[in-house]
Structure formats: structure tokens, C-alpha cells
């Protein structure tokens, strides 16, 4: 008991670039502004995607599921990164800790499998066309995106228990931003190397498994587009697959840098760099490239607009009208 009462009040020091303070303001110019624009990219996104009636498919309905896990993803880390870098004392607590490891582990393992359902719904949409509504309906896309959540949170659970587990023997400092896996394994005083094996192989699992399949659906969809006789038609398959491409290769290409590279000192710092790249940059590049590749998007946008421009109108004159009637009546 005395043993759990310890570490509950725990704390643990992210130095993050603290040996580089002249790196700090502009680290958190790039944080806020890059946590900023994630917030309103995604959550326009999201709004879009449900509000518009022409976007209610399988499409913007996983899109829409990427946002979700983009928003809560930094949520869970840039917080706090920004209040540790205007702070003296560089701590979280091992509750924040815990907590931190659990959802952003969770949040990225979900996202590893969602892009690649993206790449499938992609897949059957170019090549079975005629099949689509059959293949990807209501019921399926919802088994698909609840059987991605449901995996990353199963492997987050058991990635944690066996991180959490580890005796530090009082080593509190972790060189890095956030508590990820990878950085708390290295304040352990045991040997890590079973630990280590394992994080390897769920990784290979989560990262190279989807990157293959993603890799031979779009060898598939490319044929299938090249037969297509209209320019148009090409323009637009390729300008939607493009953008899906774009989002895989920065996601999966920084992962699979992070958590497949064999460890060396050299590359420690570039590790920490990395990890800023998929948890913050990655996050907020997403709703930019979904948006100003896709006229879908825009022209959704745009629409909500001038629904809301309508409504406050309306709204406008009905208060002007109202009031110009209460002042008759006193007169």
C-alpha cells in the first residue's frame, strides 16, 4: 500500500529542451500556434461533416473519426507542454503522467489502423465502384472505426500496465516533452530488454501491417485510375487519394522513425523532435490538407456560412421588427 501511496504522489521532471532555454519561446510560439489551428481545423472538420448533408458518407464519416482522435490527441499533450516550458519547475504529476500515457498511446495506436481503413474505403470506392454502397454501408463503417478505437485503447492498456510496472528506483527525469512509452522505459534500473522486444512487436504490428496494406491498395487504385478515360475523373481520384497519401507518409513515416529505429545516443534528440512532429505538427496539417485539396470540403464551408449569414439575418431584421412594434404599442 505504502508502495502505490508513492507513486500516486509521485512527480516526474520532463526536461524536454530545458538544456537549450534559448530554444523555449520559440518551442512554444509553435506549440500555441500550431494547438490553435489544430483546434479550429478539426473542429471545422468535424462541424462540416455533420451539419451538410452531401458529406454524410463513409468518406468524411472516418474523416470525421480522424479529427476527433487528432483533437483529443493534442488535447492530452500540448497543454501541458506549454505550461511546463513557461515554468521554472519542468513537472507533472505521476496522475497527469498516467494519464497522458494512457490517451495519447491510445489515441495514435487508433489512428495507425484508421488511415489504414481510410486507404480500404478509398480502395472500394476506385475499384468497386458499382459495389460501394454495398460493401461500405452505415452498419460496416461504424464496426470498422469502433474495432480501430477499440484496438488502440487494448493495446495502450496493456502498453502502459508493462511501462508503469518497471522499478525506476527514483529516476524521476525524463528526456522528453510528454510521457511516452519509449522515454519512461529508460528511467527503469532493470533490464528492459523483454520490454523492449515487445514494444517492437506491437509496433511492427501498428505501423508496418497498415503502411503495407495502404501501400497495395493504392498499387490498386492507381491501375484502376489510369483506366479511367476522363481527365476529370482522374484529377479528382488522384487530388482525394493524394491527399490520404499525404497524411499517411508524415504520420507513419515519424512513427516508424520513433519506435523502430534501433536506440542510439545520436539520435536521442532527434527522437525528441520526431515525436513533436507527429504529436503537434502532424495533428494540424491534417484539416489544411483534407480542406485545400478537396472542393467537397470547401464547398460545405462555404454553404454553412451562408446558412448562419441567413440566419443571422433573419434573426437581425425579426429583433428589428419586434422592436419597432414594441415602441408603437408605448407610443
Known sequence: MSL?????????ILLGFSDRPWLELPLFVVFLVSYILTIFGNMMIILVSRLDAKLHTPMYFFLTN????????TTSTVPQMLINICSTRKVISYGCCVA???ISLALGSTECFLLGVMSFDRFVAICRPL??????????CFQLAAACWISGFSNSVLQSTWTLQMPRCGHKEVDHFFCEVPALLKLSCVDTTANEAELFFISVVFLLIPVTLILISYAFIVKAVLRIRSAEGRRKAFGTCGSHLIVVVLFYGTAIYMYLQPPSPASKVQGKMVSLFYAIITPMLNPLIYTLRN???KGAFKR?????FMKLTFSSRSCFWSLCFIIAIEI
Open 295 to 297: 472542393k467537397e470540403v
Open 4 to 12: 502505490v501511496n508513492e507513486s500516486i504522489s509521485e512527480e516526474f
Open 100 to 102: 497522458q500515457l494512457l
Open 304 to 308: 454553412l456560412i451562408a446558412r448562419a
Open 131 to 140: 459495389h460501394y454502397s454495398v460493401i461500405m454501408h452505415h452498419r460496416r
Open 66 to 73: 480522424l479529427s476527433v482522435l487528432d483533437l483529443c490527441y
